[in-house]
């Protein structure tokens, strides 16, 4: 009599893929919709670029509580309690910082690009396994959002400050998410398939 071994996760990895799945995509569509209504509404720091500032970090904040309620209790989920948190207060800095104008809001949207891409960096890490996609387009947004937050806030302080940057910011970003979870639909598409 042979024992079959099942080479199927556990059903726990299974339903934390799906749930991010679901997630990464979601959130990578609202931030390219987000970038495309953005670029046309920030001519001016008015009250609508303003609303939309703060929507951004909303978003954030509502994806990582998503988050936080689908992955197991340990130090990931404490990342993901954290950059929830965080990204409340940035909407926060946000919309006080934009009755400054532009150079204010871009040096808050910085600051919370460079804490958050490094919290996205440490979760990425520790989402490698196979089971989860390998989580490259995460690690590669997560780096690029600290790298780009330094580079804004060097740009806040020159002569010329431009808030078109984060357009370019949130698609890209939300291209990573979108791919990410492409990524993940595909390795589920391939463990099922070994499982058979």
Not at 15 to 40: K, T
Not at 138 to 147: H, K, V
Request: zero cysteines; aromatic letters at 8%.
């Amino acid at each position: 009599m042979s024992t079959q071994i099942s080479t199927s996760p556990p059903p726990a990895v299974t339903d934390e893929r799906s749930s991010l799945l679901r997630l990464y995509l979601g959130r990578g569509v609202l931030a390219v919709a987000w970038a495309l209504v953005f670029l046309g509404a920030h001519e001016d720091v008015d009250a609508l670029a303003v609303t939309l500032l703060v929507v951004y970090p909303v978003i954030d904040a509502v994806s990582s509580l998503i988050d936080y309620r689908a992955v197991p209790d340990g130090s990931e989920r404490r990342v993901t309690a954290f950059n929830g948190v965080l990204s409340v207060l940035a909407a926060i800095a946000i919309g006080i910082a934009g009755a400054g104008g532009v150079a204010p809001v871009l040096h808050v949207f910085g600051a919370w690009a460079v804490i958050s891409g490094a919290a996205q960096l440490i979760v990425g890490l520790r989402r490698r396994g196979a089971e989860l996609g390998g989580q490259w387009p995460t690690l590669i947004s997560g780096g690029l959002s600290f790298i780009v937050g330094i580079s804004y806030n060097i740009q806040a302080a020159g002569d010329d400050p431009s808030l078109d940057v984060l357009s370019v910011y949130a698609a890209g970003g939300g291209v990573w998410f979108i791919l990410q979870a492409l990524m993940m639909g595909w390795k589920s598409r391939q463990l099922r398939t070994r499982a058979l």
